[in-house]
């Protein structure tokens, strides 16, 4: 491990958890290091989530979108965060995955893809009290959750996603709030550690995460065959 490197390890040792998202994803960058048990975290949170609607899919498989060959149709609906918060997720994790759509309608042709709306963010309505400020949902009308559809047998995420921002009271998402959100629309079914509604949206080892399933091929299976182990530096 080079000088900066050892700087950059001691840093995120003291630092990490209290930093603001988009520098926690800049500290994160310069070693990327990816933790030993991170295909364990992928495992519960993308291959059987528990708690999101994303558990009725493809069990123990690896779910995502398969950016390789089409990247995502995105309609940004103009909102700055929503732009900011691809760009720092293509730079952080080193690979593109979105196109820009000027239209909803772009995406809903291609049939795949992600369409911001803002507002439309309504909560449980089992928890009125509890704000919600963003959500993934496959109809802002019918609220959070999946669509049906949205997974094929082999893994991958192929279908129309909304990302809402904002609640229907005015109250508005953090920037860290819609990379979080993001970061379930690519797959990250349940929350973990540093990716949690309240407390800590898109923190510092949201970022390994994330990294790891892009680099899984969708349809693999979480067993202990193909692993991650993390070289020790
Ligand atoms: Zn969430």
């Given at each position: 491990m080079n000088a900066i490197a050892r700087a950059a390890e001691a840093i995120e040792k003291r630092l990490a958890p209290h930093l603001p998202c988009g520098v926690a994803a800049f500290l994160w960058s310069i070693r990327r290091h990816i933790p030993a048990d991170v295909d364990e975290v992928l495992s519960q949170i993308n291959g059987l989530p528990k708690e999101s609607s994303l558990r009725g899919f493809a069990p123990g498989l690896v779910k995502r979108w398969e950016v390789e060959n089409a990247l995502i149709p995105v309609y940004a609906n103009h909102d700055p965060r929503a732009l900011e918060a691809m760009e720092l997720i293509e730079k952080t994790v080193g690979r593109d995955f979105f196109r820009l759509c000027s239209s909803e309608s772009e995406v809903k042709d291609a049939k795949r893809g992600v369409i911001f709306t803002k507002g439309q963010a309504a909560g449980d309505p089992s928890k009125p009290d509890m704000i919600a400020t963003g959500n993934v949902s496959g109809d802002p009308l019918k609220g959070p959750g999946w669509p049906h559809?949205?997974?094929d047998a082999n893994g991958v995420i192929s279908g129309v996603l909304w990302v809402n921002l904002d609640s229907?009271?005015?109250k508005l998402a953090t920037f860290e709030v819609v990379v979080h959100e993001l970061g379930h629309a690519l797959g990250l079914g349940d929350h973990f550690h540093d990716f949690c509604d309240f407390k800590r949206a898109a923190g510092f080892g949201f970022w390994p995460v994330l990294t790891r399933l892009y680099a899984l091929r969708p349809g693999a299976s979480y067993s202990s065959d193909n692993a991650y182990r993390s070289v020790s530096d």
């Amino acid at each position: 491990m080079n000088a900066i490197a050892r700087a950059a390890e001691a840093i995120e040792k003291r630092l990490a958890p209290h930093l603001p998202c988009g520098v926690a994803a800049f500290l994160w960058s310069i070693r990327r290091h990816i933790p030993a048990d991170v295909d364990e975290v992928l495992s519960q949170i993308n291959g059987l989530p528990k708690e999101s609607s994303l558990r009725g899919f493809a069990p123990g498989l690896v779910k995502r979108w398969e950016v390789e060959n089409a990247l995502i149709p995105v309609y940004a609906n103009h909102d700055p965060r929503a732009l900011e918060a691809m760009e720092l997720i293509e730079k952080t994790v080193g690979r593109d995955f979105f196109r820009l759509c000027s239209s909803e309608s772009e995406v809903k042709d291609a049939k795949r893809g992600v369409i911001f709306t803002k507002g439309q963010a309504a909560g449980d309505p089992s928890k009125p009290d509890m704000i919600a400020t963003g959500n993934v949902s496959g109809d802002p009308l019918k609220g959070p959750g999946w669509p049906h559809d949205i997974v094929d047998a082999n893994g991958v995420i192929s279908g129309v996603l909304w990302v809402n921002l904002d609640s229907p009271t005015g109250k508005l998402a953090t920037f860290e709030v819609v990379v979080h959100e993001l970061g379930h629309a690519l797959g990250l079914g349940d929350h973990f550690h540093d990716f949690c509604d309240f407390k800590r949206a898109a923190g510092f080892g949201f970022w390994p995460v994330l990294t790891r399933l892009y680099a899984l091929r969708p349809g693999a299976s979480y067993s202990s065959d193909n692993a991650y182990r993390s070289v020790s530096d």
